[in-house]
């Protein structure tokens, strides 16, 4: 069993950066893809990012590409995801995900979630 830890998020002003961690543990020897997922008030959870177990894959959402970045220390069994350039619908509940795979899955595919964090922009 895999539990996952947010953390991170707080209030920021439009604009500003901030960066996330996920601490995993649990996960004994296997891979894991882990991804970033938010959900805002009235709406439902999207995909934000995904890394691979190598680091070497990512993708983004496109409502992120090039303002958000997702990397991972396997070493220390955490990944992160520093976003800059906040705008108000960045506003959310961002959520850490893991599941097995060496490539990144849907984010339906995920089978361990985080509690959630909550990142709120404004002005």
């Known amino acids: 069993q895999v539990q996952l830890v947010e953390s991170g998020g707080t209030w920021v002003q439009t604009g500003g950066s901030l960066r996330l961690s996920c601490e995993a543990s649990?996960?004994?020897?296997?891979?894991?893809?882990m991804a970033w997922s938010r959900q805002a008030p009235g709406k439902e959870r999207e995909f934000v990012a995904g890394?691979?177990?190598?680091?070497?894959?990512?993708r983004y959402a496109d409502s992120v590409k090039g303002r958000f970045t997702i990397s991972r220390d396997n070493a220390k069994n955490t990944m992160y995801l520093e976003m800059n350039s906040l705008k108000p619908e960045d506003t959310a509940v961002y959520y850490c995900?893991?599941?097995?795979?060496?490539?990144?899955?849907?984010?339906?595919?995920?089978?361990?979630w985080g509690q959630g964090t909550q990142v709120t922009v404004s002005s």
């Open positions: 995900a893991a599941t097995p795979s060496s490539l990144i899955p849907r984010i339906s595919e995920y089978d361990y």
């Open positions: 649990g996960g004994g020897k296997r891979s894991y893809a």
């Open positions: 890394i691979s177990y190598s680091g070497r894959l990512t």
